[in-house]
Each structure stands twice: as C-alpha cells, then as structure tokens.
C-alpha cells in the first residue's frame, strides 16, 4: 500500500478562523486521514501554523507584545480550537520553527546554485510617514480589477489576482495610514519563474488530471497567462532571515524571505519537526525523499491558495534539483459564506470556530461542513439550513435510530443483546443494500468527494431506518417475539457498523455509538462486503447500554439566539 502524505494549508497566525477557513482545508484533510487510516494506510497528516508576514507583525504591535511572543499565544489559541474539532494531526507545527528556517535557507542556495535565483534593484514603496520601506501587504488600496477597496499589495482577496503594490488605487501604508508614499529603489531576490515555466507545464501536465477541475483550471489560467519572476524577500523584522553566507548585504539590510517562499515549505518543516521528536523511529526524508519510499501526497486548499500550490511552491521545489516529493493531487474548494456574504470579525457577521465550539459539539459542525463542502461552487451557510440539517439527518435520522433500537431492546429483553430467529428474506435484503451503499460511500471517500460520500452515509443511516419502519418489532413483537429479537439484533449490528464507518465524519458520536458494545477485542478498523451482508459483528449475548441522547435538535428558540448573535438573512 502506498504511503499518504496529507497537508492542509497552513492557517494564518492572526486571529481564530471562521468555518470557512476549516471546510476549505483542515476539516477535509482530517476527514480524509482518518478514513486511509481506518483502511489500513499509513498516513502522516501535518500542518502548522503560518507565521510569518505582515499580519502577524501589525498584530503584535497592536497588541503591544513582541511578535515572537504574539505567535506563541496565537499558535497555542488556534491548537486548542482544532483539538475541539477532534482533528488528529499528526503533527501541527510552527512556521517560524529552527527546522523551517533551516530548510528554507537551504532550498534558497539550491536555487542560487542552479541559476533560479537573481538578485535585481527594484523600485519599491516608501513610507515617509513610517520611515520604512513597505512590504507589499503593509500596503491596502483599490483593485485595479475589480474595485474592491481593501485589496493588498500582494492579492486581492476579492477576486484573488495577484497585485504588485504599484497597481493599487489610493494605496496607502497599513502601519500609519498614510498615503505620503513614494517610490525609492532598493534591492531583492528574484524567483526566475519565467526560466522555469516549461518545466512546471510539463509537471502540471503530468497529473492536473487527477486534480479536481477547480484546481487544475486555476493551475492552467497561470501558466496560459505566463509565469513571471517573483520577488521573494521583504523588507520585515519576523521572518526567515536571507543567509549571510550567501546574500551578505541583503542579509546585513535585513531582509526576509517572502511569506509565500517559506510557508510551502513548513509542509516539510513540520515533518522534520515531528521527526526530531523521535529521529530513532522517525524518518522526515523518507516522506520527502522521492527516491525513497512511494509516497502519495494529497494537498487540501481554498482556492486562493491555488495559485501558489500549483506553481510556485513546484517551481521552487523543481529549481532544486533535488528529488523533492510533489504533490499528486490538489484538492481545492470554493468559498463557504454567511448568507451570501462575506464572514467578517469586525462587523460580527458569521460563525468563527472557537464561537461553533461553545454553542454546539464539534460533530454537528463536522458533519454540516462536510455534507455542504464548497465543491464544486460557491456555498452559503445560513443557520436555517444548518438546523434543518442537524435535526433532519443527525438527530433524526441517526441519534433517532440508535436510541429507539437500544432503549426498545433494553425494555423488553433485558441488558443484553437478544438471540431471536435466524436472519430471513428482509435481512438478506437489508445486508446487500449496507454493502451497495458502503461500496459507494468507499468510492466517493477514495475520490475525494466528501458530499457525495456524506450522501452515501446518510443512506446507510437511512436504510437502518426503513428495515426497521417495515420489520416493526414494536408490533413484531407481540406476535413474533424471536422475530423481533432478530430484528433488534440486526439493527444493533448496524449501529456497530454506523458507528465504524462514521468515524471519519463524526468520531465522538462514532466513539459513543460504539462503546455501548461490551464487545471483547473490538478492534476493527473497517466493514468488509462480506460483514456488511452478514451484520454479525454484534453477537446474541452482548452486554450494551444506552447512551445519553447522541445529538439534541436545535430548537426555534435555539435558532433565533444564533441568529441574533451572530447575524442572519435580515444583516
């Protein structure tokens, strides 16, 4: 089996993240370990958080503390939501860590050494006001594109073309305010993309493919427009210092290495950081390494993010010259907004993550986001369709079922699980629907395409349901007693299988739905065809309990407050 690397792009350091930011990238990877986990695949999911740029420095001076210190809080604060969200990194690192530091300045002479890198004077804003040179995102204005007036000196996050600074309208310094800016010359390192444009065609070419369409059309959009020379330093006090031994009077002004050269490349960074944990056991070149191991990396993004996953983290990695591991496959999504919109801190307009923690169980989230993931377009969470679909599918559907069977069976036959007749036509019917439907769900999670597999799940759950709206046993019972132990029986060993193969969507409800098992050696990590047929996994005479009520509904007066707190369809 081959071995999966899976990242997700590094969440910004500055501020808690919204739900947009954790369906469009750390939410799915989880989702998608945990499933390669469960089916026997060895996986190392890594992630961090990205520290360095302008954000992280404005923060800290308007919080009053060092940067360093800032990030340190920051990282812990973000750490601490994502433990709420039951993501199971492997390892959530730090991009200002020694290891990315050092890795990075090593892939710099790398590129230095093979020609990709040039030094070249450049024109560059000037601050009077801040006596500084401005980076690119110390700088706000107009789009020149599309007219949104917070654009950055580096992208739009509207319409996410990426800018030079001089192409913004009324540009003006983030730091001060000021608009007393001009244009001074100074010097820089320069990523020759324009050098590498071939050979990163022929490597997008090689698997865009197997990329979902979002991504591979972001992809090809760049290289049709053509790939230009990147600056890669800044003029920063936080971030990976350009080598002395190398750059000496770039490295004697000061300057850093461009947020978007470094931060790629804490994907390998981390995995050295988890590595020093345990280097007897633990080996971070052998997930990088190509010529070491076959290792299938999967990258998990919002579309923004594309550009630099496709083309320039590639294009850095290629100019090596060293056997780097690349990605197989990007997966890409659109946005997830808040009625329609924008979510916004500043104008207290939609639900960020450490905020969804507090009013509700992190399952319900994981299971709204990922049975709505912002495939295939745009997407908007509203709290009636949130409501709808917590109560229709969890509560109802699933929490419903798995109650009414245990608290039913508990009644009427006692603690354990009952014998009753051997399995008859409606049984048979049943085992080779949950095998239909769990080879789909298979199929959909293989593909990465977490809605439909979401729907496939809800089918499994659904089945259960109609098996036991059409044997009964409430009414079975008092004619039929054995049929209706069996009946119970099958439907407990669904709620086994449901609470295995849900894992990945909701493992703390999975994890309760299983321990109402007394099951000795329940180590199965997956249903094969053969036990989804048969629903056996549960013998007659098992001990079980039943567990507090697995997802409450979201009453209107739930739905109400959530609305008023956070914002609704009437902001």
């Known amino acids: 089996m081959a071995r999966h690397l899976i990242t997700s792009a590094l969440p910004y350091i500055n501020g808690i993240k919204h739900l947009g930011n954790m369906v469009g990238s750390m939410l799915p ?51 601490t939501v994502y433990d709420g969200f039951s993501l199971a990194f492997d390892y959530f690192g730090r991009s200002s860590s020694p290891q990315n530091h050092e890795i990075t300045q090593e892939i710099a002479r790398e590129l230095k050494a093979n020609g990709f890198i040039e030094e070249r004077s450049i024109r560059q804003v ?86 979902p369409v979002l991504a591979s059309s972001i992809a090809r959009k760049w290289l049709t427009e053509g790939l230009h020379d990147r600056a890669i330093t800044r003029d920063l006090d936080w971030g990976v210092p350009v080598p002395a031994d190398t750059w000496p009077d770039l490295a004697a002004e000061g300057k850093v290495f461009y947020v978007w050269f470094d931060a790629p490349i804490e994907y390998i960074g981390a995995t050295k950081e988890w590595a020093d944990q345990d280097p007897e056991n633990r080996d971070w070149r052998s997930w990088w390494w190509e010529s070491d191991a076959d290792v299938h990396y999967t990258q998990f993004m919002g579309k923004d993010n594309v ?73 908007s969470f509203t709290w009636e369709h949130f409501t709808a679909t917590v109560n229709k599918d969890l509560a109802d559907t699933l929490g419903n079922f798995v109650n009414r069977v245990l608290s039913f069976s508990r009644k009427r036959f006692g603690d354990e699980v009952p014998a009753g007749a051997e399995p008859g036509e409606a049984e048979s019917r049943l085992g080779a629907e949950i095998a239909r439907l769990l080879a789909e769900y298979e ?70 739905m299983r321990s109402a098992f007394a099951l000795k050696d329940d180590t199965a990590t997956w249903v094969t065809p053969e036990e989804a047929r048969a629903l056996t996994a549960v013998p007659a005479g098992t001990p079980f309990t039943v567990p507090p009520v697995l997802f409450a509904k979201i009453t209107e007066e739930d739905l109400e407050t959530y609305r008023e707190r956070f914002g609704g369809s009437d902001q």
């Open 29 to 79: 990877a989880d989702v998608y370990s945990r499933y390669l986990r469960q089916r026997g695949h060895e996986v190392l999911y890594i992630c961090a958080t990205d520290e360095h740029g302008t954000p992280a420095e404005l923060a800290a001076k308007e919080q009053g503390v060092a940067v360093d210190e800032f990030c340190a809080q920051a990282h812990h604060a973000q750490k």
């Open 307 to 379: 550009p630099f996953h496709s083309v320039m983290f590639p294009a850095t990695l290629l100019g090596t010259r060293s056997p780097w591991k690349k990605v197989d496959v990007i997966k890409a999504f659109n946005w997830l907004n808040y009625y329609g919109g924008k979510f916004s801190t500043s104008q207290r307009r939609g639900v960020f993550t450490h905020d969804a923690l507090e009013i509700l169980p992190a399952d319900y989230w994981r299971y709204f986001m990922m049975a709505n993931a912002p495939e295939s377009d745009d997407s």
């Open 443 to 512: 199929e959909h999670m293989e593909a990465i395409q977490f809605r439909k597999a979401a729907a496939a799940l809800r089918a499994l759950w659904s089945a259960g349901n109609s098996y036991l709206e059409e044997k009964a046993p409430w009414l079975e019972i008092k004619t039929n007693k054995e049929g209706a132990a069996l009946t119970l029986r099958t439907a407990m060993n669904l709620i086994h299988l449901y609470a295995v193969v849900s894992e990945p969507f909701i493992p703390a409800s999975a994890a309760a």
């Open 126 to 211: 000037y601050s009077n006001a801040d006596a500084r040179f401005l980076p690119d995102r110390y700088i706000i204005g107009t789009c020149p594109h599309c007219g949104y007036d917070k654009a950055r000196g580096d992208q739009c996050e509207n319409c996410t073309r990426v800018l030079d600074p001089t192409d913004l309208i009324d540009a003006r310094s983030a730091i001060s305010g000021s608009s007393d800016l001009e244009v001074r010359e100074t010097k820089h390192l320069f990523l020759l993309q324009s050098v590498l444009a071939g050979e990163v065609e022929a490597w997008v070419d090689e698997r865009a493919d197997d990329w």
